[in-house]
Structures are given as structure tokens and as C-alpha cells.
């Protein structure tokens, strides 16, 4: 069935070093893809997003990469500091309808040690 | 500021109660939806509205009710048939679907306790 999974559960980092979360997807047909950061008590905040038609996009400090052949997406946050300490999740778009519909990985929880 | 507002922050429920749990949208997007967050969890679907008036189940509507009365409200009713109630509720809204997709912006959440 669709799943949308990610690598590891914890990702720990030091202050300045760059961070990579992975996840990765099982739906061939997705052709939309999010990540979002999670801080404790609040709702996902958009971070990027990337269509199936291209395989890296930049916004500031964060790239996302994605290879379809292996069905793999990763974010990558240069310099990271410690106010990117949250829980990052992945979500593809449910193919099929134009329903909007996203289906969300279990997320990746990233601590930046001062 | 344009966004969601969802509340209250916190809810308490007792037993064989049903409670509303309220999410207001002026970004003035057409499509809404309703997600529970279970602890260390990803979000799973509930609810979703592409229009007014019109509404469709997710993953795991059992117990939960909505209505779309209004564009920007979408409120979710946690009934009593719902045994397990307690989580983290999140509402979010999109534009509508069109060619290309857009992200769906999120609430703050409501969190529900049994008492």
C-alpha cells in the first residue's frame, strides 16, 4: 500500500554542521512532495515543497532532492542551527482525484547540540 | 496576518461526550481537512472538504463528524463513539486543487484529554 516512511527516527547534529533527513516513499505515482518542521505544541510549518518534474530545488538554507528512480527524497539544512531543532516530516500527495490529499512519513526528530 | 486559528488550545472530555473542536481559515482557500497526531506519530486523515457543503471521509473517520457550512469554518465533532479520543488535532487548508499542487497550511492544534 502507500507508505511515505523515513530513515531514522533521530537525527543529532552540532551547531554550523549541515544536516541530512532522508525519507523515503513507495508510491511510483506521487508527483508532489512536502517537508514540514513540527516544533513541540505547534502545527507543521511548510518548509519546501518539489514537483516530480524536477530532482532539486533550493529555498534558504534548505534543499531537497529527489530521485525517483530509487523513490527517495532528503532534505538537507546547511549551517544548522539550534532553532532548527524540531521534528521534520516528509508527505507525498495522494495520486489520483486532485483530492489534495498528503500522505505523511512518521518523521525524523532533529536535535542541534550547541 | 492571514491563517488558521484553531481552538480551544487544550480540551477535556468526559465520558459519553461529544465535543467540537473549531478551525477557522482566511486565506480563503477552498479545501480543508482534519488530522489527528497520535504521540511520535505522523498525521493521519480524518476529514477533508474540497467545497462548501461537500465533504468526504479520510483514513480513520470512525467516530468523528464534520460539517462545511461556511468557507473558512471546518468543525470537527469527536463523538462518544470514538473510544480512543485522546491526541493532537490538526486543521489545515489548501486552494483548490488545480493543475499543480499546492502545500496545505496548518493550525496550531487543539489537544483533547479524557477525563
Known amino acids: 500500500g502507500e507508505s511515505v516512511g523515513l530513515h531514522l527516527p533521530t537525527l543529532s547534529v552540532q551547531e554550523g554542521d549541515n544536516s541530512i533527513i532522508n525519507c523515503a516513499y513507495s508510491?511510483?505515482?506521487?508527483?508532489?512532495f512536502i517537508w514540514y518542521k513540527q516544533e513541540s505544541g505547534k502545527g507543521p510549518q511548510f518548509i519546501i515543497d518539489?514537483?516530480?518534474?524536477?530532482d532539486k530545488r533550493q529555498g534558504q538554507r534548505v534543499t531537497v532532492l529527489l530521485n525517483k528512480t530509487v523513490k527517495h527524497l532528503s532534505l538537507q539544512i546547511a549551517a544548522t542551527q539550534p532553532g532548527d531543532s524540531a521534528v521534520y516530516f516528509c508527505?507525498?500527495?495522494?495520486?489520483?482525484?486532485?483530492?489534495?490529499?498528503?500522505?505523511f512519513g512518521q518523521g525524523t526528530t532533529l536535535q542541534v547540540k550547541p | 496576518d492571514g491563517g488558521i486559528t484553531q481552538s480551544p488550545k487544550y480540551l477535556f472530555r468526559k465520558e459519553g461526550q461529544n465535543v467540537t473542536l473549531s478551525c477557522e481559515q482566511n486565506?480563503?482557500?477552498?479545501?480543508m481537512y482534519w488530522y489527528r497526531q497520535d504521540p511520535g506519530q505522523g498525521l493521519r486523515l480524518i476529514y477533508y472538504?474540497?467545497?462548501?457543503?461537500?465533504?468526504q471521509k479520510g483514513d480513520i473517520a470512525e467516530g468523528y463528524s464534520v460539517s462545511r457550512e461556511k468557507k473558512e469554518s471546518f468543525p470537527l465533532t469527536v463523538t462518544s463513539a470514538q473510544k480512543n479520543p485522546t491526541a493532537f488535532y490538526l486543521c489545515?487548508?489548501?486552494?483548490?486543487?488545480?493543475?499543480?499542487?499546492?502545500?496545505?497550511?496548518f493550525g496550531d492544534g487543539t489537544r483533547l484529554s479524557i477525563l
Open positions: 489545515a487548508s489548501s486552494p483548490r486543487q488545480g493543475p499543480g499542487d499546492q502545500p496545505q497550511h
Open positions: 508510491n511510483s505515482a506521487s508527483d508532489y
Open positions: 518539489i514537483r516530480s518534474n524536477m
Open positions: 508527505a507525498e500527495n495522494s495520486p489520483g482525484g486532485n483530492t489534495g490529499k498528503l500522505i
Open positions: 486565506l480563503n482557500h477552498d479545501a
Open positions: 472538504s474540497q467545497i462548501v457543503n461537500d465533504f
